[in-house]
């Protein structure tokens, strides 16, 4: 073949080869400028201004849902984690919407921590946003259902309980007024209206604080607690208590355990087991407080050598003035409000409190809480 037609079918085919590189490289330029695009989505136009002018909580999610964003309030009560919907059942909303293209309106209820019964309460609404987003949207009613709650729980407290006092207290009065000329039954009688001035007064602060609990939110004041430190201070407020029948309280644990919470609000719950377990032993006994820190849960548990609860009653021990012996929880000086507030203090830092009892063999009641490690922080939020 002459050299000329070589060179000519050499320099053609070079010009076949680089048109096929430059058309290669085209195309994996475009694919990954579409692979940047579904990696970092942009937002239709207006809805960051809209979400960062929200009070409430908003989502935008992408169709692999994917959180692309979420406003202030969205962080604050922690339904977005790690790019994510933080809850399996607004996932399923967010998916029944996507598959019927039809908006939906929910009132749920949510769980606040890892484990326990604590929860939120939303109103939820999601719709489609464009053709590819969806968008959820949800108001915080927990405030308004606690106050319900606190309202209702009051008055029926205030007509279980305090009208045995206040009855006690009248007709008190009544015998010293007719007794005012024996000095001995004015003695007796003055006496028992003390006693029972007291119980009253205790019951009222007892109430007071359960609806506090109630009410708010502990954890709005958390700061990262020793929880042997939480159990020490517990001790020295029952060590006289104990100390009068001679019954030894032994701590022992893990010192190096820490939880998120409110310091006296958890001293309060624990200070209230340590009480119970003291009022329920015998004389020179021994109550054991114990702090164990396993798998990013703290638990704190108190056992006593009592004489132990009914298998029957162990499911109803933490309701209001519920009292596994009416007569000595009386003579006690019991309220029957304790361990309600233990478990609503508990429950209030995403927490749960157990109890394990056999009669003859004591009580152990537990309270577990989330390892301050391992506590979910909102994102944006300063906890």
């Known amino acids: ?20 590189f430059v058309w290669i490289l085209h195309i994996a330029a475009r694919r ?11 937002v239709p136009d207006g809805v960051d201004q809209v979400l960062d002018a929200l009070e409430s909580a908003g989502v935008v999610l992408d169709p692999s849902n994917n959180v692309i964003k979420a406003s202030p309030g969205a962080h604050s009560i922690g339904l977005v984690w790690n790019g994510a919907l933080v809850h ?16 939906l309106t929910e009132e749920c209820e949510l769980s606040r921590g890892p484990f326990g019964d604590a929860g939120i309460h939303l109103s939820v609404r999601v719709a489609r946003l464009g053709s590819r987003y969806i968008l959820l949207l949800a108001e915080d009613r ?37 007794a005012s000329d024996d000095p001995d039954q004015v003695r007796r009688f003055a006496l028992r209206l003390s006693e ?10 007892d109430i007071i604080e359960l609806s506090r609990l109630q009410a708010t939110d502990a954890l709005g004041d958390a700061t990262e607690l020793s929880a042997s430190k939480v159990v020490k201070a517990a001790i020295d407020q029952n060590r006289v208590a104990a100390e009068t029948r001679n019954i030894e309280l032994a701590m022992r644990g893990d010192k190096q355990a820490i939880v998120l919470g409110n310091e006296a609000l958890l001293v309060t719950a624990v200070h209230n087991l340590i009480s ?14 114990g702090v164990r820190n396993s798998g990013g849960v703290v638990e704190i548990a108190v056992t006593d050598q009592g004489e132990g609860i009914p298998e029957d009653d162990l499911d109803r021990v933490f309701e209001r003035f519920f009292r596994v012996d009416q007569a000595r929880s009386r003579n006690t000086g019991g309220t ?6 233990v478990k609503h203090a508990v429950q209030n830092h995403g927490g749960e409190v157990r109890v394990w009892s056999q009669p003859g063999r004591g009580s152990t009641f537990t309270i577990r809480l989330p390892e301050a490690s391992t ?8 906890q």
């Open 1 to 20: 073949m002459d050299s000329t037609w070589l060179v000519l079918l050499s320099l053609g085919l070079g010009l076949a080869v680089g048109a096929g």
């Open 32 to 42: 990954g400028h579409n692979a940047a695009q579904v990696v970092n989505p942009a």
């Open 88 to 103: 399996p059942h607004l996932v399923d909303l967010v998916d029944r919407v996507r598959r019927t293209g039809e908006s």
């Open 336 to 341: 029957g409000l304790g361990l309600s507030i």
């Open 375 to 382: 506590v979910r922080p909102p994102l944006g939020d300063t």
């Open 196 to 205: 029972e001035a007291q119980r009253l007064a205790r019951i009222t602060q």
């Open 276 to 289: 119970n377990a003291i009022q329920y032993s015998p004389d020179d006994s021994r109550v054991g407080i």
């Open 142 to 178: 927990t405030e308004s259902f606690r106050l319900e709650a606190v309202r209702r729980d009051f008055v029926a407290n205030i007509s279980h309980e305090l009208k045995t006092p206040i009855g006690a207290v009248s007709l008190l009065a009544e015998a010293l007024d007719d």
